[in-house]
């Protein structure tokens, strides 16, 4: 079975620290990598997605892909209170469809 | 533009009820799809479509049925409600292109059976 891990946390880091959010999953035709921020009772938001092994950055968010490890992860720079939520990384499964990871908690302490 | 759009919010259904959860989407995306999110775990897909007329089962699709008559729209109906089908339901859509593109999410629905 295709799976998407994640360490549920939660991981806690300082303010103005750099946050590092990691995924692994076992599909090695898998061509797309997503990452998306989940506040309590809220929907799923996009933040970063990644397609090319190596390093995508936008903004305060660096999306890093290594396929040869099945590896994706999530740097957050001068991580804020307001960064405080659930992270869920997303990896297509195939054709039209994809597979989430539980998510890992982040806490960013003022 | 809304986006993708869910209604009801909340509901509270008796076991052995029935009912549809409505999503539409103003986006002309061709995919569509019904997950749902219990605590503290990840999203389980339940039924997607890739175009009206056109549906296929998820990861956990029993005791569910859905339909595509339009691009639009994309109703998930509950059967017989069950204690275990408490849970959020969120909608989602995504556009077609050379690889997999990032969904859009519903504001999603809490549904609870007692």
């Known amino acids: 079975q295709k799976e998407v891990e994640q360490n549920s946390g939660p991981l806690s880091v300082p303010e103005g620290a750099i946050a590092s959010l990691n995924c692994t999953y076992s599909?090695?035709?898998?061509?797309?990598f997503f990452w998306y921020r989940q506040y309590s009772g809220k929907s799923p938001e996009l933040i970063m997605f990644?397609?090319?092994?190596g390093d995508k950055e936008d903004g305060r968010f660096t999306a890093q892909l290594n396929k040869a490890s099945q590896y994706v992860s999530l740097l957050i720079r001068d991580s804020q209170p307001s960064d405080s939520a659930t992270y869920l990384c997303?990896?297509?499964?195939?054709?039209?469809?994809?597979?989430f990871g539980t998510g890992t908690r982040l806490k960013v302490l003022a | 533009n809304a986006g993708v759009t869910q209604t009801p919010k909340f509901r509270i259904l008796k076991i052995g009820q029935s009912m549809t959860l409505q999503c539409t989407q103003d986006?002309?995306?061709?995919?569509m799809y019904w997950y749902r999110q219990d605590p503290g775990m990840g999203l389980k897909l339940i039924y997607y479509?890739?175009?009206?007329?056109?549906?296929d089962k998820g990861e956990v699709p029993n005791g569910y049925n859905v339909s595509r008559s339009t691009t639009e729209d994309f109703p998930l109906r509950l059967e017989l409600a069950a204690p275990s089908q408490t849970s959020v339901y969120f909608c989602?859509?995504?556009?077609?292109?050379?690889?997999?593109?990032?969904?859009?999410f519903g504001d999603g629905t809490r549904l609870s059976i007692l």
């Open positions: 479509s890739v175009g009206a007329g056109i549906t």
């Open positions: 599909d090695r035709g898998s061509q797309s």
């Open positions: 989602a859509s995504s556009s077609q292109g050379l690889r997999s593109q990032p969904q859009h």
């Open positions: 997303a990896v297509d499964s195939g054709t039209y469809k994809y597979i």
């Open positions: 990644i397609y090319s092994n």
């Open positions: 986006m002309n995306h061709n995919y």
